[in-house]
T-cell receptor, first 108, second 114 residues
Framework: GNSVTQMEGPVTLSEEAFLTINCTYT??????LFWYVQYPGEGLQLLLK?????DKGSNKGFEATYRKETTSFHLEKGSVQVSDSAVYFC???????FGTGTSLTVIP | ETGVTQSPTHLIKTRGQQVTLRCSSQ?????VSWYQQALGQGPQFIFQ???????GRGNFPPRFSGLQFPNYSSELNVNALELDDSALYLC?????????????FGPGTRLTVT
């Protein structure tokens, strides 16, 4: 069946540090892959997406590449800001299987 | 363009009671999905509705049921509430015409069962 495995948190980084949050998936076919972000007290917001193998999704300095060979969709950002503090969810498309979420705290 | 809205924002119910949560989909979207998000967890898929028919269901018992109306808005009903039903319930809408399955989420309804 379909599933998503996401890096355990919480993650604490200093401002301007490099961020990687790992996500691997199991799926039948080639579904779209997504990263969603959830700020405290809010619903989920789409951060970026990729619809096929080797696609790179990007938004607000975040990037993730759909890697079919390693079944991965790792989230990266070169220089995090305090405002990036949130919970990040990797998700598999169609009927949406979510990872358990990774909490990120960025300290000044 | 109006986004996904949900009501109520919060509610408190007693074990054994029934609850109805409501969702208005984003303009132009014909598919609505419901998710349960327990504290500190990722959202879990409950079911999806397309053109007023259930179109897939996650691992939830029959006391979780839903409806979709001709204007594509939707309801989630939960009977015989249990303490473990306490969670944030998220509604998401999408368009079957979109190629990427992208879903747009509402702010959620926080349900507390005591």
């Amino acid at each position: 069946g379909n599933s998503v495995t996401q890096m355990e948190g919480p993650v604490t980084l200093s401002e301007e540090a490099f961020l990687t949050i790992n996500c691997t998936y199991t799926a039948t076919g080639y579904p779209s892959l997504f990263w969603y972000v959830q700020y405290p007290g809010e619903g989920l917001q789409l951060l970026l997406k990729a619809t096929k193998a080797d696609d790179k999704g990007s938004n607000k300095g975040f990037e993730a590449t759909y890697r079919k060979e390693t079944t991965s969709f790792h989230l990266e950002k070169g220089s995090v800001q305090v405002s990036d503090s949130a919970v990040y969810f990797c998700a598999l498309g169609n009927q949406f299987y979510f990872g358990t979420g990774t909490s990120l705290t960025v300290i000044p | 363009e109006t986004g996904v809205t949900q009501s109520p924002t919060h509610l408190i119910k007693t074990r054994g009671q029934q609850v109805t949560l409501r969702c208005s989909s984003q303009s132009g979207h014909n598919t609505v999905s419901w998710y349960q998000q327990a504290l500190g967890q990722g959202p879990q898929f409950i079911f999806q509705y397309y053109r007023e028919e259930e179109n897939g269901r996650g691992n939830f018992p029959p006391r979780f049921s839903g409806l979709q109306f001709p204007n594509y808005s939707s309801e989630l009903n939960v009977n015989a509430l249990e303490l473990d039903d306490s969670a944030l319930y998220l509604c998401a809408s999408s368009s079957r015409l979109a190629s990427s399955d992208e879903q747009y989420f509402g702010p959620g309804t926080r349900l507390t069962v005591t």
